[in-house]
């Protein structure tokens, strides 16, 4: 490989949530701090423990070069690296800049567009498991999660209940879904028929639809991402699309997204409600990040980065369903997170899923509380981390904590 992905890097009182908010109870999901004598192996927050593309390092030092750091407007290049982006990994047609925004963050899109296009105390369908931060979002704008769940069908795989979305949406008078593609945190890759049949119900039911496509560049094996945008015309005219760079290149801390909306009337209430709480202002630094993210070496590195992602999840996934009895996960299709489910091994053993929390984390593997999801006893796991770390871990959870 051209890209060093082993390299252990401390980041240690380098500004990284994942490593300097433990024990802290920040954002209210933060593990404890290990126990005396175990080294702390982050896999809670979703972020990689890799070195970023060096284009974007090159890109950001350029600007720094210059002086001035004053008002500024997005340049054509902005919008130039973003159409070039999605038409060549996911095929988009017929984008151009007028369709594409700014977002600080996908969750100020979601806010925003919650805000827009329901009243509080609206419905709002997702599918469960869910993103965390969905439900953050519904909390803040005092509007009601209803959840439709996905099932594992005979060959384990996550799967749409299509029949419970549409009595939930007509139950509920819901005209607003959230729906997550790539999903997080199951690691589901939609396939076409499934995202045609969930906007067919969708339009049935008159319902507009956040598509939150964050994880879109991060797909494993021969799977392919298809935007929902490019689904039909009925699919441009009802839906808002959310991307960012700061998955797939280790980018968040610099804070920047994008929407992207065809319907020209949905797009300026939303850019029109943005522009007037003055929240979602530019940081010159994250324009240029994405545009170094962007260049021709991010399609490289970004090959080799799934690679790695798909190595570490096969790994992890063939461990825990081998060594942890009790325990199953399903090999992500996406992401590199994975999610699995304790609920045998909790029943067998007697435990709470809190003790197993516990267990974990004292022996410094930092996994993530799975009701957050709005899941019943699962844990989600960050593999975006050194080969090594991650065998660590994995030989650390079968020692101390998955025993027999």
């Not at 800049?97 to 369908?125: K, Q, R």
């Not at 799934?306 to 999840?313: A, D, F």
């Not at 609920?343 to 993530?368: C, H, I, N, P, R």
Request: charged letters at 25%.
């Amino acid at each position: 490989m051209t890209y060093d992905f082993t390299k252990i890097i401390d980041r240690t009182g380098k500004d990284a949530t994942a490593f300097d908010g433990l024990g802290t109870g920040v954002w209210g999901i933060a593990p404890e701090k290990a126990k005396n004598g175990f080294s702390e192996i982050p896999m809670w927050v979703a972020d990689m423990n890799f070195e970023t593309c060096p284009s974007v390092t090159r890109a950001l030092s350029e600007r720094i070069r210059h002086p001035l750091y004053g008002y500024f407007l997005p340049s054509d290049a902005y919008f130039d690296s973003i159409i070039k982006w999605q038409n060549t990994l996911h095929g988009y047609e017929g984008l151009k800049a007028e369709h594409i925004g700014y977002e600080n963050g996908v969750h100020g899109c979601i806010v925003t567009a919650i805000n827009v296009l329901t009243e509080p105390g609206d419905g709002i369908l997702l599918h469960s498991p869910t993103y965390n931060g969905f439900l953050s979002d519904l909390r803040y704008t005092g509007r009601k999660g209803v959840f439709s769940p996905l099932f594992k069908d005979e060959n384990g795989i996550w799967r749409m209940d299509f029949d419970d979305m549409d009595k939930k949406l007509k139950e509920n008078h819901i005209h607003l879904a959230i729906f997550c593609t790539p999903h997080n945190p199951t690691g589901r890759v939609w396939e076409r028929w499934e995202i045609e049949r969930a906007m067919e119900i969708y339009r049935e039911n008159n319902c507009l639809v956040i598509s939150d496509e964050i994880w879109s560049d991060i797909i494993l094996g021969e799977k392919k991402h298809i935007p929902t945008l490019m689904i039909n015309e009925d699919a441009k005219e009802r839906t808002i699309s959310v991307y960012a760079p700061s998955k797939t290149f280790n980018l968040a801390g610099l804070i920047g997204s994008y929407h992207i909306i065809f319907n020209p009337v949905l797009r300026e209430r939303i850019v029109k409600h943005g522009e007037m709480t003055h929240y979602n202002e530019m940081n010159v630094l994250s324009m240029h990040a994405l545009i170094g993210a962007y260049e021709s070496e991010g399609y490289t590195w970004l090959g080799e980065l799934c690679k790695t992602l798909e190595k570490n999840c096969r790994y992890a996934t063939d461990f825990i369903n081998e060594n942890f009895d009790g325990c199953k996960v399903t090999m992500p299709e996406a992401t590199y997170m994975l999610f699995m489910d304790c609920s045998e091994f909790l029943k067998k053993k007697g435990m709470s899923l809190d003790e197993l929390l516990t267990a974990g984390w004292d022996v410094g593997v930092k996994y993530q509380d799975g009701r957050r999801f709005a899941w019943k006893d699962a844990i989600r796991l960050n593999v975006a981390l050194p080969e090594s770390l991650l065998h660590e871990a994995m030989d650390r959870l079968k020692t101390h904590v998955f025993t027999d």
